[in-house]
């Protein structure tokens, strides 16, 4: 076994490096371990143990320093272990761990609220209130939501992901592995069509009537309570919709009294190259929902949004025992002072010219890239047998396999898991993101 190194963090020497097989002996013996102890159904994606994590790499038991493709699924936005994180989640460790908030309140999770109004879409009066993780804040803005209006209904979209949780699983549209056998699911929840430009062809426009005619004729405007939408779709397949649609439903909501919830979970704090995927149109949701990059790595989870929606609930009526956690607060300041500090709005925009010029280069040389589509550092290609719509899950499947095998962590997605999304953290190089897409390029030919 390698020693732990004594700073991980940016202090990592950023490189690919590679001593071993692909999980090596030692991740091998843990992998025995965690079968032995950990419930199957929690799976891993890439099976190294990993002891260091920083910059653009993660270094693993046996040595290996692998390129970081995926950020933890967008979470490490600002690095892992990044300076200011690891300096205010240290100092408020030492000073005091938990009170909960509901109990006797502090600092670090006013200012949250504070930052979340300032950094989110619009300048209207805004409030804001912290829980654990995404599922429960994309809960907790239904439950504002249908005490604001006094409706029941929830439209949600095609491919959509909201989480676990039961309500959220009713939510999310993929069956496996999210909700195979975990039902009955919470009721009121609708499905509209998603715009898909790729699979769909439609313009903005065209795709919003489709989607409000289905929720007129099939919910009726007056019943619903909230239109909730990934303004970039995440594990749905880094789905960007046609310029218009998210402005004409935002219209739609708004003469008809229907909150409309952003769930801005993983497209948010800076991964699109704009503080939130929103910003891009001009588009100013009710109510946003946040976690993921927020806060470096630490579990928090946000709903951010106008004070008078946000007021409608009775004292007592929000909350949880750790939710807006002194320490995850602590790190949400934290990141929050690096992507302004670093412009990192800027560097997620420089990240995907860098990453779209490479694909664009793959997509002429390889027919299976049908498309390819994205936001600064949201970025993908969908894989198709050429010349159609028919999904290629399996050549997905061995081109991130020899990414893997070749130490860069690439992630996959879609309803059909076709998909290959690249969200690196922003504290990547740009010669490492390099040579990561030689190796993705490398992948495509020796998968030919
Ligand atoms: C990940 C995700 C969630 C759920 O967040 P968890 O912290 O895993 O509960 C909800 N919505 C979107 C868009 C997500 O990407």
């Not at 038991?61 to 240290?90: F, H, K, P, Q, Y």
Request: charged share 20%; hydrophobic share 45%.
């Amino acid at each position: 076994m390698t020693s732990i190194p004594a700073t991980g963090g940016p202090a990592l020497p950023q490189e690919r490096r590679l001593v071993t097989a692909i999980p090596g002996p030692a991740s091998l013996a843990r992998l025995e371990r965690k079968k032995a102890h950990v419930a199957d159904g929690v799976g891993t994606t890439l099976p190294v143990f990993v002891v260091a994590a920083g910059g653009g790499v993660l270094l693993d038991v046996d040595g290996n320093s692998l390129i970081d493709l995926g950020s933890g699924i967008a979470v490490t936005t600002v690095g892992n272990s990044s300076t200011e994180v690891v300096r205010r989640v240290t100092e408020q460790a030492a000073a005091f761990t938990h009170t909960c908030f509901m109990v006797t309140p502090y600092d670090g999770y006013v200012d949250v609220c504070e930052q979340l109004a300032e950094l989110t879409p619009g300048d209207h009066a805004k409030k804001s209130a912290l829980f654990n993780s995404g599922a429960e804040a994309v809960e907790n803005a239904v439950k504002i939501a249908r005490v604001a209006t006094g409706r029941d209904a929830v439209v949600v979209f095609d491919h959509a992901y909201h989480g676990r949780t039961n309500l959220t699983m009713a939510m999310t549209a993929k069956n496996m592995p999210y909700k195979h056998g975990f039902g009955p699911f919470a009721g009121e929840v609708y499905r509209a069509p998603m715009s898909y430009p790729f699979r769909d062809g439609l313009s903005g426009e065209e795709a919003a009537a489709r989607a409000i005619d289905v929720i007129e004729k099939q919910v009726g405007a007056t019943n619903v309570a909230c239109v909730v939408i990934e303004p970039v779709l995440g594990e749905g397949g880094f789905v960007v919709p046609a310029p218009g649609f998210l402005p004409a439903l935002a219209a739609w909501c708004r003469t008809n009294d229907v909150v409309l919830v952003a769930d801005e979970i993983q497209s948010g704090f800076c991964r699109t190259g704009d503080w939130f995927a929103c910003d891009d149109e001009g588009v100013v949701p009710d109510l946003v929902t946040t976690a993921k990059g927020i806060a470096g790595g630490l579990p928090l989870a946000g709903v951010t949004g106008r004070a008078d929606l946000m007021d409608s609930v009775h004292v007592g009526g929000l909350g949880g025992t750790y939710g807006g956690n002194p320490i995850a607060c602590a790190a949400a300041l934290g990141a929050i002072e690096e992507m302004r500090g670093q412009d990192l709005p800027g560097r997620a925009r420089a990240v995907g010219e860098l990453m779209r010029s490479r694909l664009e280069k793959l997509q002429a040389e390889h027919p299976v890239i049908g498309d390819l589509r994205g936001r600064g550092a949201m970025m993908a290609i969908e894989l198709c047998h050429p010349g159609t719509l028919d999904p290629d899950p399996v050549r997905t499947a061995a081109v991130s396999a020899y990414c893997h095998q070749q130490g860069v962590v690439t992630l996959t997605c879609g309803t059909w898991g076709n998909v290959f999304r690249f969200l690196p953290p922003l504290s990547i190089s740009d010669a490492l993101l390099d040579e990561a897409f030689d190796v993705v390029a490398e992948a495509f030919a020796a998968t030919a």
